[in-house]
């Protein structure tokens, strides 16, 4: 539309935009989302659980393996990530090792899988699997056959959609909060910085070896995908049951204050993050 | 310690000493212990902190009969791991306790603290690990 550029010209257009405005307003309002129903569990899916291969019992992550992995399959660090690695390596060595889980955050995806030293339950339940780690961690994955969510939310543990290809649970997870460390031990790790994916399929190995196949994608770190294998073995004893483990009490301990209440109070740590001192009772 | 904490305010105090002064700490990396060297700790318990992700022990004791007795601090791996590596309980060391600890010392000469290796309850002779590999053997269960 050419405008004149004289006065009565703008004051026409402004005429016109005004009485056009309601109907441009309506045109671009957003379209309010149909609410999407997760449907109660029928009796055919609790019997399709029963299906499934038999994942009960505690998974105990293979630490020496995991230990091994550092040297015999490194990530494909791209060059600068590499410097940092090399240097939280040294530093490690020197007695003054990185704390790559400060502030008791979540260990998050993939790292979670890749250097944890606690143990894990996996459940079943219709539409999803929900794995739960000692010291509280947490990841729900759908199997209910919805996608990624078109608006990105990040969290620590990223969105996660799964399905079941025979016996082999395949999950891909996006939407990871780009600060969650890619890390190959507690010393050394970096934040993935943005568009990490990561591809898992977990299987039975044998009949009580758990194997996660992962495939990590973190395109701003790494040179190429990293493919890895992190091994969980099964224990059953009752003696073993994971029980509750909140890492901030790490920094804290139970007093009884003045007024007979139970409190707690903060122990001294040091910069590498173990405790250095705690207050007498 | 008792009038510090005797109100709200002080503990906030407390807390903000705490984050001033330290960083507050998740799972760690040992490193800062020398894995190079062992020594042996005589004393009583003071105090277990039985918590995630790293269990220590206040102990009043000394490493040589020479030494006069003082507070160790002893850090070691999660409950769980304790628990599956070397058949820990919560109340496996009670307060008053007299124990014999083997532990990785601080690479930083002078200071009383360590990286727990084993401990020996002198009563009943039983001992109780602490290496976290060590739930990868057989027959644990």
């Known amino acids: 539309m050419r405008v004149k550029s004289g006065p009565i010209g703008i004051a026409s257009v402004a005429a016109l935009a005004?009485?056009?405005?309601?109907?441009?307003?309506?045109?671009?309002?957003?379209?309010?989302?149909?609410?999407?129903?997760?449907?109660?569990?029928?009796?055919?899916?609790w019997a399709d659980i029963a299906k499934l291969p038999d994942w009960s019992g505690v998974w105990n992550p293979k630490i020496s393996d995991q230990d091994a992995q550092i040297k015999t399959n490194p990530p494909p660090w791209n060059e600068a990530a590499a410097k940092k690695i090399a240097k939280m390596f040294v530093e490690e060595k020197a007695g003054r090792p990185f704390l790559v889980f400060s502030n008791c955050l979540p260990e998050a995806l993939p790292s979670w899988m890749l250097v944890t030293h606690n143990a894990m339950e996996i459940l079943f339940t219709p539409g999803r699997v929900t794995m739960l780690g000692d010291g509280n961690r947490i990841r729900r994955i759908y199997t209910d056959g919805r996608g990624h969510p078109e608006t990105s939310d990040p969290t620590f543990h990223g969105h996660s959609i799964g399905h079941w290809e025979g016996d082999t649970l395949v999950i891909d997870t996006t939407d990871i909060v780009p600060e969650a460390p890619l890390a190959v031990s507690e010393a050394a790790?970096?934040?993935?910085n943005g568009d990490m994916h990561v591809i898992e399929r977990i299987h039975l190995a044998d009949k009580d070896i758990l194997h996660d196949d992962l495939e990590i994608i973190a395109p701003n770190i790494l040179t190429k995908p990293w493919k890895t294998t992190r091994i969980f073995f099964r224990q059953r004893a009752r003696k073993f049951d994971i029980v509750e483990g909140v890492c901030a009490t790490g920094d804290l301990v139970e007093r009884v204050n003045a007024?007979?209440?139970?409190?707690?109070?903060?122990?001294?740590?040091?910069?590498?993050?173990?405790?250095?001192?705690?207050?007498a009772k | 310690m008792r009038y510090l904490i005797k109100s709200i305010g002080a503990f906030a105090v407390l807390a903000m000493m705490a984050g001033g002064i330290s960083q507050v700490a998740a799972h760690h990396s040992a490193?800062?212990?020398?894995?190079?060297?062992?020594?042996?700790?005589?004393?009583?318990?003071?105090?277990?902190?039985?918590?995630?992700?790293?269990?220590?022990?206040?102990?009043?004791?000394?490493?040589?009969?020479?030494?006069?007795?003082?507070?160790?601090?002893?850090?070691?791996?999660?409950?769980?791991?304790?628990?599956?590596?070397?058949?820990?309980?919560?109340?496996?060391l009670?307060?008053?306790?007299?124990?014999?600890?083997?532990?990785?010392?601080?690479?930083?000469?002078?200071?009383?603290?360590?990286?727990?290796?084993?401990?020996?309850?002198?009563?009943?002779?039983?001992?109780?690990?602490?290496?976290?590999?060590?739930?990868?053997?057989?027959?644990?269960e």
């Open chain 1, 259 to 279: 007024d007979g209440d139970h409190v707690f109070v903060p122990v001294q740590k040091s910069e590498w993050g173990h405790t250095t001192a705690v207050p």
């Open chain 1, 189 to 192: 790790g970096l934040p993935n």
């Open chain 2, 31 to 92: 490193s800062m212990f020398d894995f190079t060297k062992s020594q042996t700790l005589k004393g009583k318990v003071v105090e277990m902190r039985w918590v995630n992700p790293h269990v220590t022990i206040t102990i009043t004791g000394s490493t040589n009969p020479d030494e006069a007795p003082g507070d160790w601090l002893i850090e070691t791996t999660s409950p769980g791991n304790l628990v599956r590596a070397g058949g820990w309980r919560r109340d496996a």
């Open chain 1, 18 to 45: 005004l009485m056009l405005a309601p109907l441009i307003a309506s045109a671009q309002a957003p379209q309010k989302a149909p609410t999407v129903i997760n449907p109660p569990p029928t009796a055919q899916d």
């Open chain 2, 94 to 140: 009670k307060p008053g306790d007299e124990i014999e600890v083997t532990f990785h010392p601080e690479r930083e000469a002078g200071k009383k603290s360590g990286l727990l290796q084993e401990v020996k309850l002198v009563s009943t002779g039983e001992v109780f690990t602490a290496n976290i590999r060590d739930q990868e053997k057989p027959g644990l």
